[in-house]
């Protein structure tokens, strides 16, 4: 099979009368080149060329997207191996019911060089311990290394495949594509894994990007050095200039955070990823407003093109109900007050009404898969919100 797209990508360079080499890898069996380790592999045979001028009319004559990764241009053939979903698990705890929502990814895999790197590098460990990471401040070293092992990868393919389903999208990828620079803020950021899902997207969609800056918050400094490692190790394999700010202080309560490294930006994504539900079980019911409280705080600091992303568990704290019921009412709250923003639905027109809109949240499982768990799953709730222009 690999024989046969071999000669008729050789067709296709011929009747465009491209004289450059190309090459061909099976993503099952061969060795990818160095630059393409940080690829997602989507499909059975990944192929690519170094000649970035040829890039629009190979796209136009073989009908595929062409990506762009340094100097060489990159496309897939043959069958689907990264698998998207036909349906998503859309639901709201408020009963209503919603047509499902089709052909949205909800599965991927762990890049080779990230895998490598966590787990044979950092030592990661998986040890799935859903009690213990309920609140990740007090984390010991080794209790690092089991989150880093289960939790992160969880981030990451949340974060990828909500960002990879948006900007596959191409009004979305309009918004961005004359963007020469990023700027990213997480709050809760732990390792980091929603950051690098978000990465890895910016890569793979904006050629135009040359630089990107984090402001990356987190109590816990041991996660955060874990961070800035990965963050080192993921420079050399992007063409982007990656600059990363840490910082390190324990938030008590979101109303009351002040920070003026972080406040006085303005971010074109806003992220926090399963962090909210740590301050509402520590508050033990005198911070139960903290959605409330985190979009009115933060959501101010969105650029008019940028995603504010809120995405946590759905599980329920021991003294009030489910989380996904919380953010939904609290967010619903605060956008009515917040009036230049609204969310951002993955649901035709014909499927929601203005009464469902005020019970209406997104939940979804994700799938990863790495070298330490096949098909590892996590269920999640998330609201996405854009300015209304």
């Not at 990007?209 to 987190?218: S, T, Y």
């Not at 202080?249 to 303005?266: A, C, K, L, W, Y």
């Not at 649901?347 to 590892?376: G, M, P, W």
Request: aromatic residues 14%; proline residues 2%.
């Amino acid at each position: 099979m690999k024989h046969d797209l071999e000669r008729h990508l050789k067709y296709i360079f011929n009747s465009l009368d491209i004289t450059v080499t190309f090459d061909v890898y099976d993503c099952k069996i061969d060795i990818l080149p160095d630059w393409a380790k940080c690829i997602e592999l989507t499909n059975e045979y990944f192929a690519c060329c170094q000649d970035l001028s040829i890039r629009n009319r190979l796209q136009v004559f073989i009908g595929r997207n062409i990506y762009e990764n340094g100097n060489y241009i990159y496309w897939f053939e043959g069958e689907v191996i990264s698998i998207t979903e036909s349906q998503s698990e859309v639901q709201s705890i408020d009963l209503i019911e919603f047509k499902s929502v089709e052909f949205l990814k909800i599965k991927t895999r762990l890049p080779v060089f990230l895998d490598d790197f966590i787990f044979s590098n950092l030592n990661a460990i998986y040890a799935p311990d859903f009690q213990r990471f309920d609140y990740n401040l007090d984390l010991t070293g080794e209790e690092i290394l089991k989150y880093l092992g289960t939790y992160f990868p969880r981030s990451y393919a949340e974060s990828y495949c909500i960002f990879d389903n948006i900007f596959q999208n191409l009004l979305f990828q309009q918004n961005f594509s004359n963007k020469t620079s990023l700027n990213i803020l997480s709050i809760g950021s732990g390792t980091g894994g929603d950051i690098i899902g978000l990465l890895t997207i910016i890569e793979k969609y904006f050629h135009s990007v040359k630089e990107v800056k984090i402001w990356a918050f987190d109590g816990n400094i041991e996660s955060l050095d874990i961070l800035i490692q990965i963050i080192d190790r993921l420079k050399s394999k992007s063409s982007k200039k990656i600059f990363l700010k840490t910082l390190c202080s324990v938030i008590g309560s979101i109303s009351h955070f002040q920070n003026e490294d972080v406040t006085e930006n303005n971010y074109d994504f806003i992220l926090s990823f399963k962090f909210i539900c740590e301050i509402i079980a520590k508050g033990n019911g005198r911070l139960d407003n903290s959605y409330y409280d985190f979009t009115q705080k933060f959501l101010p600091l969105l650029s008019k093109d940028g995603l504010f992303v809120l995405l946590d568990v759905t599980t329920k704290p021991l003294h009030n109900t489910y989380y996904p019921i919380l953010m939904n009412k609290q967010i619903n709250k605060a956008l009515e007050e917040i009036d230049e923003f609204e969310c951002l639905f993955s649901l035709s027109s014909s499927a929601i009404n203005e009464r469902s809109l005020q019970n209406y949240f997104q939940q979804k499982t994700f799938t990863v898969t790495h070298s330490k768990r096949s098909n590892d799953k996590s269920r999640v709730a998330f609201r996405i919100i854009v300015s209304k222009d």
